[in-house]
């Protein structure tokens, strides 16, 4: 069973960057077949998707963060990350990694997902 | 922009249908997926590509899409459905999820 954990700090001052982890168990990255995701969600509010990656560094952006979003992967750590720059109180949410089912520009969904870690911005 | 629309909220007794719906222009050329966030979960694929329901899911929970709605529908509603139900699509080269609906079991 895959099972996906978050990981960083909780507290981000305004304008640095924030950066999490997620560690994948009991499936390797670099098996292919699947895409590695960030989604965010507000307090209180819906879902907002920021990107993914797979395993040999292909990586899509929501056009919306894209400016500030950099996702990468680290195979050897079954590890993915995100990195969001110059962060501001309206980045302060929940971010979720999720195991992703990708079909080129027709669909992708979310089978796995992180149980979450909340990132707050505040100086 | 591509949106999706979803009810805040839907409100059904135990052991009844809910019908939760969310539209998009022409959504039914497009395959929608749902999930289920329960306070403080992270969420849950109920239904991917339209009808199709991961294992673990019950019977229950069913799926439909065509014209401009696509619609996930709880049949025998129980008090652990209580959540919010979420619709996602892929569109305009992003992921987009609808606003939710709250789910409310009487």
Known sequence: ??????????????????????????????SGGHYWSWIRQHPGKGLEWIGFIYYSGSTYYNPSLKSRTTISVD?????????LSSVTAADTAVYFCARTLYYYDTSAYFDHWGQGTLVTVSS | SYVLTQPPSVSVAPGKTARMTCGGNNIGSKTVHWYQQKPGQAPILVMYNGADRPS????RFSGSNSGNTATLTISRVEAGDEADYYCQVWASSSVLFGGGTKLTVL
């Open chain 1, 1 to 30: 069973q895959v099972q996906l954990q978050e990981s960083g700090p909780g507290l981000v001052k305004p304008s640095q960057t924030l950066s999490l982890a997620c560690t994948v168990s009991g499936r390797p990255i670099s």
């Open chain 1, 75 to 83: 195979t050897s750590k079954n590890q993915f990350s995100l990195k």
């Open chain 2, 56 to 59: 673990g899911i019950p019977e």
